[in-house]
T-cell receptor, first 111, second 120 residues
Framework: AQSVTQLDSHVSVSEGTPVLLRCNYSSSYSPSLFWYVQHPNKGLQLLLK??????LVKGINGFEAEFKKSETSFHLTKPSAHMSDAAEYFCVVSDYSKSTFGDGTTLTVKP | GAVVSQHPSRVICKSGTSVKIECRSL??????MFWYRQFPKQSLMLMAT?????????EQGVEKDKFLINHASLTLSTLTVTSAHPEDSSFYICSARDLGQGAYGDYEQYFGPGTRLTVT
């Protein structure tokens, strides 16, 4: 069994300030972990993924995430938010049989 | 590489009719495809897992007689919403996993762009 908890349903930051979106997971196996972004009325875009290699994963658009097995966390960060980062973000855990999505975090970026 | 397409991107149908949505892996073979549904301002919910050449596995609460899934080849899966009603209006997204990918501990699914279904 697997599950994902995104700890914040909404995060609001000012443009140019750091972004932190938190994700905890549970899995019976060694999972793959992903962060996706979804802009309004659009499909999913993969930001980054962890697949049992380096624990610090760098993704697109300046995002990165750190896999911490002891804390069962996979938090997403970005040093400096842009207005274009405003969107819905999903943390996903996958094993051989299926993927499970978190409930999502809405990121608002204020000018 | 690893592109998944869906057709149509948008469809409007009348209540009581059936609608078919296609999901294709364009540049890889996929033994397994997944179908998700997303209601406004909600997350994606897995509806069913589709394996080539066998019956789909439906998640609890999903009516298999209403949502017919056919995975006839390694590159095509279809979802048919039968006797659609307004409550079936949603964003339907498919995904596919590359054949043999999981052997390396990489369980990435490649997502299609989605199909927005509106039932009037």
């Amino acid at each position: 069994a697997q599950s994902v908890t995104q700890l914040d349903s909404h995060v609001s930051v000012s443009e140019g300030t750091p972004v932190l979106l938190r994700c905890n997971y549970s899995s019976s196996y060694s999972p793959s972990l992903f962060w996706y972004v979804q802009h309004p009325n659009k499909g999913l875009q993969l930001l980054l993924k962890y697949t049992s290699a380096a624990t610090l994963v760098k993704g697109i658009n300046g995002f990165e995430a750190e896999f911490k097995k002891s804390e069962t966390s996979f938090h997403l960060t970005k040093p400096s938010a842009h207005m274009s980062d405003a969107a819905e973000y999903f943390c996903v855990v996958s094993d051989y049989s299926k993927s499970t999505f978190g409930d999502g975090t809405t990121l608002t970026v204020k000018p | 590489g690893a592109v998944v397409s869906q057709h149509p991107s948008r469809v409007i149908c009348k209540s009581g009719t059936s609608v078919k949505i296609e999901c294709r892996s364009l540049d890889f073979q996929a033994t397994t495809m997944f179908w998700y549904r997303q209601f406004p301002k909600q997350s994606l919910m897995l509806m069913a897992t589709s394996n080539e050449g066998s019956k789909a596995t439906y998640e609890q609460g999903v009516e298999k007689d209403k949502f017919l899934i056919n995975h006839a080849s390694l590159t095509l899966s279809t979802l048919t919403v039968t006797s659609a009603h307004p409550e079936d209006s949603s964003f339907y997204i498919c995904s596919a996993r590359d054949l043999g990918q999981g052997a390396y501990g990489d369980y990435e699914q490649y997502f299609g762009p989605g199909t927005r279904l509106t039932v009037t």
